[in-house]
């Protein structure tokens, strides 16, 4: 078992970029990041350094001394994929649509960087590690219109296979156009119907070759 990282690696690796997952640090920091197993250095220049599965992983995990939450910024955070149903969405408008863009573009290079044939049209492992907020961004950057705390549109939500999202949209037109999204942005996704509920929604998955 790796050791965990000293004070110093974990500041890089919290302040590592949320989405792409790049790091800045030292090169004697990165170097040591990537000998524990939790970045890697990419062999196109400029040979930026970039979290692993495991280096997200400990990224996102809670230290179990954690100091108590303090409150975020007034002008805002880190950027999130909207999902559906948040009791407390960010604001629509031109904002927001810039950031959805500029998440997106900075995924299709993470595709780019770290897909073994540097192939765009498919998800990569951070998608594959992250499958709820992957798909969700997919979605919101197509121009889907995300869900509120009560009202219509798309909401993604995990599921019990490891490898699969599931998509609700009760209008099924709308549905449908999911499902075209995501299979041009590198998912397979099929419909099914809730059994209780009679309710269509879509299984998605990201696609591997």
Do not use: K
Not at 130 to 157: F, I, K, M, Q
Not at 165 to 170: L, S
């Amino acid at each position: 078992m790796s050791r965990p990282p000293t004070a110093a690696q974990r500041r890089v690796v919290d302040a590592a970029d949320p989405v792409t997952g790049r790091l800045r640090g030292t090169p004697a920091q990165l170097a040591a990041l990537v000998s524990r197993g939790l970045a890697f250095r990419h062999p196109r220049p400029p040979h930026d350094h970039f979290l692993t599965p495991a280096g997200h992983r400990i990224r996102e995990a809670v230290p179990e001394e954690a100091p108590p939450p303090v409150p975020p910024p007034a002008a805002g955070g880190v950027f999130a994929a909207r999902v559906g149903g948040e009791e407390e969405p960010p604001a629509a408008g031109p904002a927001r649509v810039r950031e959805v863009h500029s998440a997106w573009q900075g995924l299709l290079e993470l595709r780019r960087m770290t897909n073994p044939d540097a192939a765009v049209d498919r998800p990569c492992g951070w998608e594959r590690a992250h499958l709820v907020r992957a798909a969700a961004l997919a979605l919101e950057a197509g121009g889907h219109a995300p869900a509120g705390p009560d009202g219509p549109g798309y909401r993604v939500r995990a599921t019990p296979q490891p490898d699969a999202v599931a998509v609700h949209e009760p209008d099924e037109t709308a549905l449908r156009s999911c499902a075209a999204t995501l299979e041009r942005a590198g998912w397979q996704a099929g419909e099914h119907t809730e059994p209780r509920t009679r309710a269509r929604y879509l299984l998605a998955s990201p696609r591997r070759a």
